[in-house]
């Protein structure tokens, strides 16, 4: 994992940089903000900067950004993103993220997550507490890929930290990592696997237990490994996949598959101030299992997609909008 940790005169730029923006925008805005956003990121350091432009070219699988500000004053814990947005909860923090996210890639978003908002409050939310959302607290959230089904699915995945107080491990683990037969590599390149749209997409809530709930959404076809030999991507969502047909060799990779990501998992625990960014091609990640209180004092993240191109979802989607629908 790649480490950057901002200085004390690092960190006071960075917040004079969001003092300016806010001073600038009465009506926060997220979604406008973001066609300027890689502009107005030239005022981080310097330092930083150079630091995220060389995790792009190396394609680095993880990179951990430490000392970010956060408001002293921050508001408690919402119960849900939606108290959050109503609220305009962590708006320093989502500017933060948006910030130095600009630096990595394009943000956007999604028309059927979390009502179309750019940045996501990843809190814990009554009622959602097994749900295979980054609703959930008391399930874990098996590692995936983020978007798994989607064409546009993000180059990153990044998680700024507000509140962890009782230090739940955001898990990940990377390609790189894994030893797997000749064999099995061979199975999971193969255009035989079934992708869908998980439950934050739907609006639905899959059956976990007898596995029912995938029929009859729509899915894309493709394989698990792909690209360079030498340096392969991989997708995978175990709980929103299927072997194409449900015979054959791509059924039992799916389960040696998942065998073996869990083997090489890693624990990383976010703490206030530290933003992760997770290229979405090279590893998997998920969430340990945690008991929320909904006192105020739950975990609390801030999560932005980014991608490397964003013309491709102009292109694909034949509107210029940064939200896909």
Same mark, same amino acid.
């Given at each position: 994992?790649?480490?950057?940790?901002?200085?004390?005169?690092?960190?006071? %730029?960075?917040? !004079? @940089? #969001?003092? &300016? $923006?806010?001073?600038?925008?009465?009506?926060?805005?997220? *979604?406008?903000? /973001?066609?300027?956003?890689?502009?107005?990121?030239?005022?981080?350091?310097?330092?930083?900067?150079?630091?995220?432009?060389?995790?792009?070219?190396?394609?680095?699988?993880?990179?951990?950004?430490?000392?970010?500000?956060?408001?002293?004053?921050?508001?408690?814990?919402?119960?849900?993103?939606?108290?959050?947005?109503?609220?305009?909860?962590?708006?320093?923090?989502?500017?933060?993220?948006?910030?130095?996210?600009?630096?990595?890639?394009?943000?956007?978003?999604?028309?059927?997550? %979390?009502?179309? !908002? @750019? #940045?996501? &409050? $990843?809190?814990?939310?009554?009622?959602?507490?097994?749900? *295979?959302?980054? /609703?959930?607290?008391?399930?874990?959230?098996?590692?995936?890929?983020?978007?798994?089904?989607?064409?546009?699915?993000?180059?990153?995945?990044?998680?700024?930290?507000?509140?962890?107080?009782?230090?739940?491990?955001?898990?990940?683990?990377?390609?790189?990592?894994?030893?797997?037969?000749?064999?099995?590599?061979?199975?999971?390149?193969?255009?035989?696997?079934?992708?869908?749209?998980?439950?934050?997409?739907?609006?639905?809530?899959?059956?976990?237990?007898?596995?029912?709930?995938?029929?009859?959404? !729509?899915?894309?076809?493709?394989?698990?490994?792909?690209?360079?030999?030498?340096?392969?991507?991989?997708?995978?969502?175990?709980?929103?996949?299927?072997?194409?047909?449900?015979?054959?060799?791509?059924?039992?990779?799916?389960?040696?598959?998942?065998?073996?990501?869990?083997?090489?998992?890693?624990?990383?625990?976010?703490?206030?101030?530290?933003?992760?960014?997770?290229?979405?091609?090279?590893?998997?990640?998920?969430?340990?299992?945690?008991?929320?209180?909904?006192?105020?004092?739950?975990?609390?993240?801030?999560?932005?997609?980014?991608?490397?191109?964003?013309?491709?979802?102009?292109?694909?989607?034949?509107?210029?909008?940064?939200?896909?629908?």
């Amino acid at each position: 994992m790649e480490n950057f940790l901002l200085t004390a005169q690092e960190r006071a %730029q960075v917040d !004079r @940089l #969001v003092d &300016d $923006v806010l001073a600038d925008w009465t009506s926060w805005d997220p *979604l406008r903000f /973001a066609e300027q956003a890689g502009s107005v990121a030239h005022g981080l350091p310097l330092r930083l900067r150079r630091f995220l432009a060389d995790v792009r070219a190396a394609e680095a699988d993880v990179a951990l950004v430490s000392g970010l500000p956060v408001d002293p004053a921050l508001a408690p814990t919402p119960a849900g993103w939606d108290m959050a947005a109503k609220n305009g909860a962590g708006r320093r923090e989502e500017l933060v993220l948006l910030l130095v996210g600009a630096v990595l890639g394009e943000p956007f978003g999604w028309a059927n997550q %979390q009502d179309g !908002r @750019l #940045v996501h &409050d $990843v809190v814990p939310t009554p009622g959602m507490e097994r749900s *295979l959302t980054s /609703a959930s607290s008391t399930e874990p959230l098996t590692l995936h890929t983020e978007d798994v089904f989607h064409p546009f699915r993000c180059d990153y995945v990044s998680l700024f930290c507000l509140r962890n107080p009782d230090e739940v491990g955001t898990t990940i683990t990377r390609f790189d990592a894994l030893d797997f037969p000749g064999e099995l590599r061979e199975a999971l390149s193969e255009e035989s696997f079934r992708f869908y749209p998980d439950d934050s997409h739907t609006g639905e809530i899959l059956n976990v237990v007898d596995g029912d709930g995938l029929t009859g959404r !729509r899915s894309t076809v493709g394989p698990v490994v792909f690209g360079p030999a030498e340096r392969s991507y991989l997708r995978f969502d175990r709980d929103f996949m299927t072997a194409d047909q449900e015979a054959g060799r791509a059924a039992e990779a799916i389960t040696v598959m998942h065998g073996l990501l869990c083997e090489a998992v890693e624990r990383i625990v976010l703490r206030p101030g530290e933003a992760i960014f997770v290229d979405n091609y090279r590893i998997v990640h998920g969430r340990e299992p945690f008991s929320a209180r909904y006192d105020g004092n739950d975990r609390w993240l801030k999560r932005l997609n980014l991608i490397r191109d964003v013309r491709r979802i102009y292109a694909g989607s034949g509107a210029r909008s940064r939200i896909i629908t």
